[in-house]
Every structure is written in structure tokens, then in C-alpha cells.
């Protein structure tokens, strides 16, 4: 008579397959950790994408009324460049409170970009004197991008007596427009034609 193990020993010879060593309990718990999380995990929800301010109506400013928008006294971010205002919301990973080029916020950059130190910005009227024409021609180079990139607001002006009336434009992204073209209803432009 055969008997199972002359068939085939080693197969039969099961109390080997359950010796449970402490290195196969931690592979179980590991294993069974990892499966129970897997199960009880749950989807994390996205971060809203950062909400989108409406544009400012177009506005001529003094010192004092851009000194607002830095960002904490109102939640916009402008600077000056050149005479021109700029809406820089969108870059407040730049110029938000704290930020490393902060300090423009609210202020007129011009000085600052030129001479590539931004804590070079005046709390009053600032006529750049001074400056170099290396650092004006900077000041120049920033300038030909951000009106490509940001809002233009209006201009930053000495006293209220300059502001010109926009008629309720929304501040928009100028590119090559001229300010004093949008200012005097495009005379300037046909002037240069
Ligand atoms: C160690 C010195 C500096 C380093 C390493 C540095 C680096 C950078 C980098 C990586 C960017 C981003 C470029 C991009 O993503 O397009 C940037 C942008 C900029 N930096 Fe600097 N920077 C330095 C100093 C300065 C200084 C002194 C100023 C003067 C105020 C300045 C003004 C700017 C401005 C205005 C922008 C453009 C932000 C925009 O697009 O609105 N940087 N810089």
C-alpha cells in the first residue's frame, strides 16, 4: 500500500508552512496596516484656486491714495512705475505682505526696480531725481514687461487737480496703448500717426 507521503513527501509535510516567526507577525501587521488605511483613507479636497479680484475702475492717484492698496489695507495690490499705476494683484506672490519685493507695494516702484533695491521707496512724492539714466533705462526695461502683464490703473499724479476722468473704464492690461492716448480719447494716437 502507498501511503500520501510516498507520493510526494515534502508536500505533505504541512506543519512547516505555518511556523509563524515574529518577522512574518510584523509583515502581517505591516501589511494589514497599510490595507486597512488603504481602505479608510479619504480623498482630500482640492485647494480652491485663489479667487480673482474684479478690476479697479481706472483712477488717477496720489501718493496718499495708492499708499491703501498694499495688499492689507485693501486687498489689491498697485504700484507706480514711470508715472503710470500698475495693478500687481495677480503677482502677490511677489509684492503680498511680506513678500521679498513687498515694500512696492502701495508705492512708487520706480526708483526701486531702477536701481534694483527694493527698499528704495519713498513715502511721499518721490520726482526720481537722481537717478542715473542706467537706472532710469532699468526702470524702463521692468516697465515694457509689466504692461504686458498687469493692469494698468491710471496714473500716479502730485495733486488732485491732475486727475482726468476715466468715464468708468475698468483698469485693463494696456500692452502698447499709450495712458495719454486712453486719456484723451485716442487724439494723441491719430496726433502720431
Ligand atoms: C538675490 C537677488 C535676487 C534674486 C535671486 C531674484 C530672483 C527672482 C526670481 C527667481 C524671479 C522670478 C522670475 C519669474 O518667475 O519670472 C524674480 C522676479 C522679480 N524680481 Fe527678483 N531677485 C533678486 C533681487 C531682486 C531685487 C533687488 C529686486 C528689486 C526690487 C527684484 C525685483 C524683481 C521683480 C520686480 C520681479 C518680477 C516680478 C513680477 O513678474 O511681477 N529682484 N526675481
Do not use: C
Amino acid at each position: 500500500m502507498f501511503s500520501a507521503k510516498d507520493i510526494h513527501p515534502r508536500s505533505m509535510d504541512l506543519s512547516s508552512w505555518f511556523e509563524f516567526t515574529i518577522y512574518d507577525a510584523i509583515f502581517l501587521v505591516v501589511v494589514l496596516g497599510f490595507f486597512f488605511y488603504w481602505l479608510t483613507r479619504t480623498e482630500k479636497p482640492m485647494p480652491a484656486p485663489p479667487k480673482e479680484l474684479p478690476p479697479l475702475p481706472m483712477s488717477d492717484m496720489t501718493v496718499g491714495d495708492l499708499r491703501k492698496y498694499d495688499g492689507i489695507k485693501n486687498e489689491h495690490i498697485l504700484f507706480g512705475l514711470n508715472g503710470t499705476i500698475y495693478d500687481v494683484t495677480r503677482g502677490k506672490g511677489f509684492y503680498g505682505p511680506g513678500k521679498a519685493y513687498g515694500t512696492l507695494a502701495g508705492h512708487d516702484a520706480t526708483r526701486a526696480l531702477g536701481t534694483m533695491d527694493q527698499n528704495a521707496v519713498k513715502t511721499e512724492w518721490d520726482d526720481h531725481t537722481g537717478m542715473s539714466a542706467d537706472e532710469q533705462e532699468t526702470a524702463n526695461e521692468w516697465e515694457t514687461q509689466f504692461k504686458f502683464k498687469y493692469l494698468t490703473v491710471g496714473r500716479l499724479v502730485k495733486s488732485e487737480e491732475e486727475k482726468a476722468d476715466y468715464k468708468g473704464r475698468k483698469s485693463f492690461v494696456r500692452g502698447a496703448e499709450s495712458l495719454d492716448s486712453i486719456i484723451n480719447g485716442g487724439e494723441d494716437d491719430k496726433k502720431n500717426n
